[in-house]
């Protein structure tokens, strides 16, 4: 059970509305519209890992609030990559009336083709998509990476079995660091972690 208390709590904070979840549009290589829970980006803050200098990606934003929460905290840069149209219509409508704003922005394309920005030094993945798309989506960061080498730290939230494997068999990523967030919610579920990687 999420703490719906502190999920109300930073939407209205930050004007924007993204909480529930949305089934639509997922099929078996794109899931659903989940948000990550507030209590667990506030791990994440804490951590220190993003800061104002940073330019952060979220892939799959659906409606924004890694974004939205994440610049308001640390005063990063923040771009999300969202494919469905009408979700990432929900994104822009919460860009539009909501507070700290002026450092998010929202793109409607499929990850695949996405070229990743060169000043792109941190990007969160909550499940948003296959295997398949993970694999098209970490060539796209090594284009990048080699393009303009620089520290790049990949941040998996609920990371799938499927998800691990792929990241660990990568030459080119490194295990970083793990964000424990079991205590979080009840149940003790193994999966609840940010899985940190890095690029080498």
Known sequence: ????????????TLRIRTSGRDDSRADQFRYPYEPTPYSVLERLVNTGLIRKGNVLLDYG??????DFFLSRQT???????????????????????GSFVDKVSFVCMDAREFNVPVDVDRIYF???FSVEIL?????????SYYESMREILLFFYY?????????????????YDEIDCRDLFPGEDPRERILIFEFI
């Not at 005063?75 to 009336?97: F, L, M, P, V």
């Not at 694999?135 to 284009?143: F, K, Y």
């Not at 990371?159 to 295990?175: G, K």
Request: negative net charge; glycine residues 4%; aromatic residues 8%.
């Open 75 to 97: 005063r990063c840069r923040a771009i999300g990559i969202e494919y469905d149209e009408r979700i990432w219509q929900k994104a822009e409508e919460n860009r539009n009336s």
């Open 126 to 128: 909550f499940n948003p």
């Open 61 to 66: 934003c659906g409606k924004g609030r890694v």
């Open 1 to 12: 059970m999420r703490d719906d208390k502190n999920e109300i709590h930073w939407d209205k």
């Open 135 to 143: 694999q098209r989506v970490l060539a796209r960061i090594r284009d």
């Open 159 to 175: 990371p799938s079995e499927e998800y691990v494997s792929c990241l660990m068999e990568e030459d080119e990523l490194m295990f």
